[in-house]
Each structure stands twice: as structure tokens, then as C-alpha cells.
């Protein structure tokens, strides 16, 4: 009777914690696409609308930010949108309610690794460990640093990787358990299903998912063997025969055959290609696009994971969220003097946890899975230094020994001190109120945060408050305060900085035109565009989706000093840039941008000139067709068509794809025969064009 009780109340525990978190996370909904998304989602309308296998096999081998192009990923974009633009609404439901999954993932996991945790204890109630999962997940589900990661749409990159993990954890674990209850073949099957199946999934959801079975191995030999013994799988009761135990030590060879496939394989590959990574980075350097090295990264790391630690255990409602430009790179293990207290604090904890793995099973778990988790994001491959959102998967196993003792699940004995007088009532009430006053608390933040990401402009300005010292944050808030009509404002926030930050494009190019708004721009403030394209290590596409609109407003702007020559000195200093020239692609981009220039001020010949130019530093036919596009809408079909021609010359130089998707895709554009086709229908346009341009002019 008991038993039905407690399986009916896990349930409707589970189903109301998921409903409160979706309430408390719903205003932030209404919010916008941010950063990244357009980086991401207009591939969704890239090559037209959605509707057809071709269109969906040209999408789905589009991306390019892992060597797998994170099929999964832009696979789940098509439940939300099959073209671009798109409302963002749809997107960010979809997010939340992933993570709703992903919290009743994580609560079954707790609940499967607490049966492992019941074994140490004699004569426990196996309820309280259902209630200390439950708690777990609410813990995790509820954190307010979890709200930028749900409602960032991009962001699904990293939640699905999570979603795969708990999935193959789930399995992994319930193939051992039939391993151990005799059934090899349907254990066999779930072990393959979770760390193979699932940690492809995962990896093609994004590269972290590929840690999988390393987290696996965490879990098995700092939870599983400490609570079972070091050698479970093998164990037999002294009763056996010889032949049952024969039995039994094959079902654990087997096991261990398995593990030694699906986990220790893919861990030691994980492990040679982040020692691979580390020592090309030390040896060759890295791209000219960051501003430090490889080993000043890896002194910094320890400093960020600390920081993403505090914000864990001291959660706020308000964090820097999406920027990380402002963060200092440690030069040395003194400078800043944070670096070597927080390296040598990480190496405490991981060796503490070590150590206390068979006293303390889930608490060295949960600091183990977490440092694993962040082991390819914050090591050796050279990312950018911080993001919120690298705490997703690694910190889920984070909150649960602190659920189990609040829950009375961990042995762990608080000793009353001698003469003290606390009433059984009042000492069985301290946990349960202490637990209900942490949920209320991250309940509280993450409503406040959610609430926040509803209102874009609101976002902007608090953004930019928290994160004095970054361009990013403050060129953001500019953007916001010009598009409203507010241009004194950003001139105000944006010019004490760019004095900081003199390298910054994405300073002065907003500069720029918010001076520009109020009728006139300063001469410094040229010159300070020219010096930040001279000097900058990388613009990003804030070339293209600055200068195009610029350069289309120059007849029309309310600024004299915006002008052709204007425009073309910053491109030309852009151009002398040795760090943009040495980036795949830029050059090309300011050639273009010349071209566009060149176009509008009328100089036809210096256009196709620049435009060929462009062509030739990378050719590819989608910028062949872009350039001859707009050389045909500007009234010279002809042109068009000489461009063309020059492609046709020079396409046999065609640059090579990126290894992995990148080939693919260059692989399904052959066989369907695309950039011909759309070559052949662009020509046959510029010639009708031409053709009746001539029949106007004989």
C-alpha cells in the first residue's frame, strides 16, 4: 500500500514543479531574437522556404560552428519556423518547454542514482530519495542563471546535448541494472543504445555532447562502485555454484567489454584531442582573432569557472548575461592576483572530491560531473572565455547532495551541541523550511529574470549597467537608444568607452551614426573609425551590416559628413588592417563592401573591378551571384552578366568547403545541381533586362 502511495505522489510532484517552472519563465517569451540567433536562424530562409526534401536537405547540412553543423539542432528550428523572418515567439516556447523536459530527465536520473545511494543506507525510507530527486531537479530547473540559456534561442544548441546525456545516462544505468539481474542481451542493448546511440545525437546537437560517456565514467566509478563495492558486477553471493558463478563473472566481462567500446574509446579520444589542441596552442598560437593565447586561456579558465561556481551557490537575479568581452585574461599566475588562488581552488576541490568518493559518494559526484562537463569548453580549445550557458549540462548533478541531506537521504549527522534544547518538532520542521525557502528564493529570481528578458529594451539598459567595461554590452544598449530615437544618450554612453577602447569597431561605427542622427558628425569621431578599422583583430559581419545600410543612406542622410569619400577612407583603413587580412573571408568582405561603394557613387567600371577583385580572393558562386544580383538591380544588367562570366572563368579555383558539414553540404548543392540552376536563371534575367535596356536605348 505504501509503495503505491509513493509512486502515485512522485508523479504529481514532478507534473506541478514542471507547470510552476513554465509559469515563472513564460514572460520571458515575449522577448526578441538576440546576438547569435541571426547568425544562426536565417539560414532558415537561406535558400528559400522549407517545403520540399531539397530545400530541407540544402538547410539542414547548413551550419557550420562544429565540423558536425549541429544537424540536430537546426532540425529542431524547423518545428518553430520553415522560413525567415520568423516571430521569435515560437522559438522561445519551444526552448522552455525543452527545458521542462530536460528537468523531468534530470529528477528520473536523480531518482535512478539515489536507489545506488539507498544501498549504504540500512532500514531507510526509499521515499525520501524520490523526494531529494524531486528536489534536485527543482533546484537545477528553478536557477535563475539557467533563465539566459532557456530564453536565448540559439541556446538549444546547448540544451539538446543535455537532453541526449540524461537520456543516455537513463539508459546506460537501466542496461546495468539488467546486465546485473541477468539479462545480457536487453543490457547490451540499452548500454549501446544510451552511450552510442545517444552520444552521436548529442555530439550532432552540439561538440560538448560528445562527454557523454565520459560523465558515464564519473558516474560509475565515484557513485556506482562506492556505493556497491568495487567489483559489484562480479560479486556473488557465497552460496553460489560454481557454474551460476561462472555465469555471473561472463555477464560482467561482458559489461566490461562494452564500457571499454562505448565509454573508455570515446573518452581517450575526447582526451588525445584536447591534449592535441593544447599542444598545438602552445606551439603554434592561435587564431590573430583573440586577443590572448592559448596559455593565457588556460590560466583564466580557473578564475571564470570559480566565477560560474559563485554564481551556482550565490545565485542573483541579475548576472552580466550574454557578455564576456570585459574579462581580463590572466597574463600570469599573479596578474590579476585572483588567478593562482582560483587555480589552486579548483585543483582542491577536484583532488577533495577524489578523495572523499567513498565517504561522500554524491557529493564528489556532483563536483566531478561538473568539471568533466566543462572540460572541452573551458580547456584548450580556443573559445571565447566565458559563457553562461557552459553551466547548463555540467551543473545538473550540482544541487543534489544538498537536496539529499535537506531531504534526510544522506548519511551525513549534524551533531547538536552538549545543553542546546531543540524540540523533535522544531528540528524535523528546519529542513522542509529551509528547502521551501530556497525554491521561493530561486522561484522569485528567475520570475524577475524571466520578466526581464520580455522587454528587450529594458534588457539593453540593465545590461549595460551591470557590464560598464564592455564594448558589447554598451554598443547593444547605443543600438537600442538610436533605433528609439534617442542619439545624445548613445553618444553619452559610447565615447567614454571608445577613449578606453579605441580598437573597438563596435563602438565607433554606432558612434557614427547616432551622431549622424542628430545632423552632424564629428571629425574626431572619423578618425577614431579609422583607427579601430586599422587596428581591430576582427569586425565580424559588422562590416556588412553596418557599411550596406550606410552606404545605401549617403544621398539621403541629414549628415554632410557622411559621404562617399568618408565611407571609402574607413574601408580603405579597414584594408591595411594585417589582423582582418589574415581572417578567412574579411578581405573579401571589404572588397565587396568597395564594390557596393564604387555602385553607388556611379563609377560602374571601378565596381565590377572591386566586385571580380572580391570574387577572386575566395570564389564561391553564392558571392559571384550577390555581386552580378546587384549589379543587375542597379541598372546595369550587363555588367551583371560580365561578372558572371568572370566566375565562369575562375570557378575551376573554387575555394574548398571546411572539413566535415561544410563538405556535405557543398556535396548536396553538387548533386542537385543548385548554383547552376540559379546561375542559369540569374543570366537568363540580366540578358532579358539587357536585352530590353537596349530596345529603350538603340
Known amino acids: 500500500m505504501l509503495t503505491h502511495l509513493h509512486r502515485f505522489s512522485f508523479w504529481p510532484l514532478l507534473g506541478g514543479l514542471l507547470l510552476s517552472t513554465g509559469l515563472l519563465l513564460a514572460p520571458g517569451l515575449h522577448g526578441g531574437f538576440l546576438f547569435d540567433d541571426y547568425g544562426s536562424l536565417p539560414a532558415l530562409g537561406d535558400t528559400g522556404p522549407i517545403h520540399n526534401s531539397a530545400t530541407f536537405w540544402r538547410y539542414i547540412t547548413s551550419g557550420y560552428?562544429?565540423?558536425?553543423?549541429?544537424?540536430?539542432?537546426?532540425?529542431?528550428?524547423?518545428?518553430?519556423?520553415?522560413?525567415?523572418?520568423?516571430?521569435?515567439?515560437?522559438?522561445?516556447?519551444?526552448?522552455?518547454l525543452l527545458h521542462l523536459l530536460n528537468g523531468g530527465l534530470l529528477a528520473l536520473l536523480l531518482r535512478q542514482l539515489g536507489r545506488h545511494i539507498q544501498i549504504r543506507l540500512t532500514q531507510h525510507d526509499s521515499r525520501s530519495i524520490d523526494r531529494a530527486a524531486l528536489l534536485g531537479a527543482a533546484f537545477w530547473l528553478l536557477h535563475p542563471l539557467f533563465v539566459s540559456t532557456t530564453l536565448y534561442v540559439v541556446q538549444r544548441e546547448a540544451m539538446l546535448p543535455a537532453t541526449f546525456t540524461l537520456i543516455g545516462l537513463l539508459l546506460w544505468l537501466q542496461g546495468r541494472h539488467a546486465i546485473q539481474q541477468g539479462s545480457p542481451t536487453a543490457g547490451l542493448m540499452e548500454i549501446i543504445a544510451g552511450l552510442g546511440v545517444c552520444t552521436l545525437l548529442a555530439t550532432l546537437s552540439k561538440a560538448n555532447g560528445v562527454l557523454l560517456p565520459v560523465l558515464a565514467l564519473v558516474?560509475?566509478?565515484?557513485?556506482?562502485r562506492s556505493c556497491e563495492g568495487t567489483d559489484h558486477l562480479a560479486a556473488a553471493p557465497a552460496n553460489l555454484n560454481a557454474k551460476s558463478h561462472s555465469i555471473r563473472w561472463g555477464y560482467n566481462k561482458t559489461y566490461r567489454n562494452v564500457m571499454l567500446l562505448f565509454a573508455w574509446l570515446p573518452t581517450s579520444v575526447v582526451a588525445a584531442y584536447l591534449l592535441k589542441q593544447g599542444w598545438s596552442g602552445l606551439t603554434h598560437g592561435i587564431s590573430s582573432a583573440r586577443p590572448w593565447t592559448l596559455g593565457q586561456r588556460l590560466l583564466t579558465e580557473p578564475r571564470v569557472l570559480m566565477d560560474y561556481l559563485t554564481l551556482l551557490w550565490m545565485p542573483r537575479p541579475f548576472t552580466p548575461g550574454l557578455f564576456n568581452d570585459q574579462i581580463q585574461a590572466s597574463t600570469s599566475l599573479w596578474s590579476p592576483i585572483t588567478t593562482l588562488p582560483a587555480l589552486c581552488a579548483i585543483v582542491a576541490l577536484i583532488a577533495g572530491s577524489w578523495r572523499l568518493r567513498r565517504r561522500r559518494p554524491a557529493l564528489a559526484t556532483g563536483i566531478l560531473f561538473y568539471f568533466v562537463g566543462q572540460s572541452l569548453e573551458s580547456s584548450t580549445v580556443a573559445l571565447e572565455l566565458y559563457f553562461e550557458h557552459r553551466n547548463y549540462l555540467p551543473a545538473m548533478l550540482m544541487f543534489w547532495p544538498l537536496a539529499l541531506w535537506l531531504c534526510g537521504a544522506c548519511p551525513i549527522k549534524v551533531k547538536i551541541a552538549e545543553g542546546s534544547h531543540v524540540s523533535g518538532a522544531a528540528s524535523r520542521l528546519a529542513k522542509p523550511a529551509l528547502s521551501a525557502l530556497i525554491l521561493l528564493g530561486l522561484g522569485l529570481m528567475t520570475y524577475t529574470r524571466a520578466t526581464l528578458w520580455g522587454d528587450s529594451h529594458d534588457q539593453a539598459l540593465l545590461w549595460a549597467t551591470l557590464n560598464p567595461n564592455s564594448p558589447r554590452a554598451q554598443a547593444y544598449a547605443a543600438d537600442i537608444e538610436i533605433t528609439n530615437g534617442q542619439p545624445r544618450q548613445a553618444i553619452a554612453r559610447l565615447q567614454p568607452l571608445l577613449a578606453k577602447h579605441p580598437n573597438q569597431v563596435q563602438l565607433v561605427l554606432p558612434l557614427i551614426s547616432a551622431e549622424c542622427q542628430t545632423g552632424r558628425i564629428d571629425m574626431a569621431t572619423i578618425k577614431a573609425a579609422r583607427v579601430a578599422l586599422g587596428t581591430a583583430r576582427d569586425?565580424?559581419?559588422?562590416?556588412?551590416?553596418?557599411?550596406?545600410?550606410?552606404?545605401?543612406?549617403?544621398?539621403?542622410?541629414?549628415?554632410?559628413?557622411?559621404?562617399?569619400?568618408?565611407?571609402?577612407?574607413?574601408?580603405?583603413?579597414?584594408?591595411a588592417n594585417p589582423y582582418l587580412n589574415a581572417i578567412h573571408g574579411r578581405e573579401q568582405?571589404?572588397?565587396?563592401?568597395?564594390?557596393?561603394?564604387?555602385?553607388?557613387?556611379?563609377?560602374?567600371?571601378?565596381?565590377?573591378?572591386?566586385?571580380?577583385?572580391?570574387?577572386?580572393?575566395?570564389?564561391?558562386?553564392?558571392?559571384?551571384?550577390?555581386?552580378?544580383?546587384?549589379?543587375?538591380?542597379?541598372?546595369?544588367?550587363?555588367?551583371?552578366?560580365?561578372?558572371?562570366?568572370?566566375?565562369?572563368?575562375?570557378?575551376?579555383?573554387?575555394?574548398?568547403?571546411?572539413?566535415?558539414m561544410p563538405q556535405l553540404h557543398d556535396w548536396v548543392l553538387q548533386q542537385q545541381q543548385y548554383w547552376p540552376r540559379e546561375i542559369v536563371h540569374l543570366r537568363a534575367?540580366?540578358?532579358?533586362?539587357?536585352t530590353r535596356q537596349s530596345a529603350r536605348n538603340p
Open 539 to 575: 569586425t565580424g559581419t559588422l562590416l556588412a551590416s553596418w557599411f550596406n545600410p550606410s552606404i545605401d543612406e549617403i544621398e539621403t542622410t541629414p549628415c554632410p559628413q557622411l559621404t562617399y569619400d568618408m565611407i571609402d577612407s574607413l574601408l580603405n583603413a579597414a584594408l
Open 685 to 690: 534575367t540580366l540578358q532579358s533586362d539587357a
Open 219 to 224: 558516474i560509475e566509478y565515484i557513485l556506482l
Open 65 to 96: 560552428a562544429d565540423p558536425t553543423g549541429r544537424p540536430i539542432a537546426l532540425l529542431s528550428f524547423l518545428l518553430d519556423a520553415r522560413n525567415w523572418p520568423a516571430l521569435p515567439f515560437p522559438f522561445k516556447r519551444t526552448n522552455l
Open 589 to 660: 568582405d571589404i572588397y565587396h563592401l568597395k564594390g557596393h561603394l564604387a555602385l553607388s557613387r556611379g563609377d560602374t567600371q571601378t565596381a565590377l573591378s572591386d566586385f571580380n577583385h572580391a570574387l577572386d580572393l575566395q570564389v564561391r558562386p553564392a558571392i559571384a551571384l550577390e555581386q552580378a544580383a546587384l549589379l543587375g538591380s542597379a541598372g546595369y544588367p550587363r555588367l551583371g552578366l560580365a561578372h558572371l562570366d568572370h566566375y565562369e572563368a575562375e570557378r575551376n579555383q573554387k575555394a574548398r568547403p571546411d572539413f566535415g
